[in-house]
């Protein structure tokens, strides 16, 4: 049974980045419930995907050297420890992953033509389709089974979850390997990181959920790891059933432990994330509103689909954030989703202009730190709402 526990509000589509201002911006409600028995966590409103993913979509996997690197770390460990003649990106994005591969050895699936467009061009077989059964057995029929699928923050963003898991399956030879990877639902209550949740997130994996969703496939998670990326995500490694020549690491045992530790299986976990989610918000705005009354500007530091999901909830204008700043091109002189808050480009000074600068992306805050940190002899603050909101002094 599905059981409500946070409404935040009515939401943009979180990578909708208009050139102009539109205060009439379509928007949608935005709640989120969990489900009793499979132990999901997911949103209610599910948005056509050709609506969100389309040959218009902004965000670039490879801007920033944190996911670069991860990526480039990943394709060591997939070489070394399981040699995939043949492997397939699902969400191949602009190439991050996919280009650390040979070109003759990897397949990418990327919807998004703008994107697809990117891997196309630097010859990397690419699929601009959405991931079904139908694209499972077109592929089958092209390239035979595939030894290795892989699939980072994509997943979770397709609503048919059985008909996705059904199409690996249809793919997978019985020692083949599925590695997935989104960010962790344990590490989101942790950090009470509600801007997790927009509408592309329809689901915040857990292990837990994960382990549930995939037994229906007769599919299991034989390896776990917890990473850094995007705030916390969690690295799922799963093989079919019948492969009996994988052991299965202890580490999936802790990770399921330490969720049942943490209550991810209880909806009273939930709705008391819920009660910190409304706490947040009022903190944020009171920290935001003190540096106004101050005479003070603030700058948003990366236009992340996570901030769209703050400003949204929180109200915040241009009165409080006057501008965002970010590398994208795509989303560079374009207006916040939802807020007449525009998009500056990235440039060595930009800061200087500035009092506070708002982690938008704060799952880089070392990163973006690290780079600005010069601008801290001459005043500049950061200021994040993870885990709470406050100002970071150095
Ligand atoms: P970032 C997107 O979410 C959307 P977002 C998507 N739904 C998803 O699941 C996750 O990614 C994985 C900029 N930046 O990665 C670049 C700088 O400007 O947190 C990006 O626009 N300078 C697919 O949007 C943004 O910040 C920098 O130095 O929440 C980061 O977006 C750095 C490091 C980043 O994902």
New binding site residues.
Partial sequence: MKKFFLNLGSQPL??KFLKKYNSNQTKYKLKIYFDTISKMVSISKRIPSKKMFNSKY????S?????RRSFKNLSTEIKKRFNPKMMLEI?S?DGALVSNFDKKKIIGVEPCKNLAKITKKIKYTTYDEYWDFNLAKKLKEKHGLIDLIYS???L??ISNLNNVFKSINHLLPINGILIIE??SLLECIKKNSY?QF?N??IYLFSAISVKNIINKHDLEIFDIKNLST?GGSLRYYIKKKKNKNLKISISVKNQINNEKKYGIHKFATYKNFSKNVKKSKINLLKILNRIKKNGHKIIG???????VTIINYCNINKNLISNF????PE?INSFMPGKNIKILK?KNDILKKYDYAFL??W??KK??IN?EKKFFKKGLKFLTHIPKPKIIYY
């Fill in positions: 979180a990578n902004p965000y670039r996997s801007m920033s050297n944190t996911m969400g994005n980072a923050n994509t979770t963003h989104d960010p801007d927009y592309e997130h995007h530091y990366g236009a992340t689909a996570k901030a700043v970010d590398t994208t989303k990235y938008g992306a799952n880089f990163e973006i780079k």
